[in-house]
């Protein structure tokens, strides 16, 4: 946890300048740490760590939260991974992808869904490259800063999941 400020930063960061996170309510610090601690618990919360010889600096970060609150997608988690702008196109994004895919079937997680900004291609790329599929676009799902945003859906089953029931048409 006490990495909580610079994840808060970071996420901040994206509320204030990006489309990526559909709200202009920053968090406060107490607000990111109670965000974070169910994460950090469960094994889902990482950050990349720059070190130097002085100090160190949180370069990004990767958390798997719930998707839903109903117990039935208990093992269903919805992924976030932001940088620092220091950290983007270095490859941080899809080290941080990589190490939450492993924490989540480490906690036994399902499968992982992505809901990105349908404009974002650079996370929709970077999803695709660790396992991603595309499941569907929802036009008009949100707006922000004025502009009228489509969703991109995401997701990828872990590896030793059970396979999904399949439905017979009657």
């Known amino acids: 946890m006490s990495d909580s400020p610079a994840v808060r930063e970071i996420r901040n960061r994206a509320v204030r300048e990006s489309l990526a996170i559909w709200t202009s309510r920053e968090q406060t610090p107490q607000e990111a740490a109670a965000w974070l601690e169910p994460q950090v618990a469960r094994g889902t919360a990482l950050v990349a760590v720059e070190d ?16 839903r609150s109903y117990e039935g997608y208990a093992r269903t988690v919805e992924d976030s991974v932001y940088l620092s702008p220091a950290a983007q196109g270095q490859g941080t994004g899809g080290r941080l992808l990589d190490a939450l ?8 997680d399902r ?39 489509d969703l991109t859906l995401m997701s990828r089953t872990l590896p030793g999941a059970a396979p999904a029931a399949t439905f017979t048409s009657l």
């Open 52 to 67: 130097t010889d002085s100090d160190s600096r949180v370069l990004g970060f990767a958390v798997a939260t719930p998707w």
């Open 101 to 108: 895919v492993t924490a989540c079937q480490q906690a036994g």
């Open 111 to 149: 499968t992982i869904v992505a809901a990105i900004e349908a404009g974002n291609t650079v996370s929709v790329r970077l999803h695709q490259r660790h396992g991603f599929t595309v499941v569907g676009t929802i036009p008009q799902a949100g707006e922000k800063f004025g502009q009228i945003l």
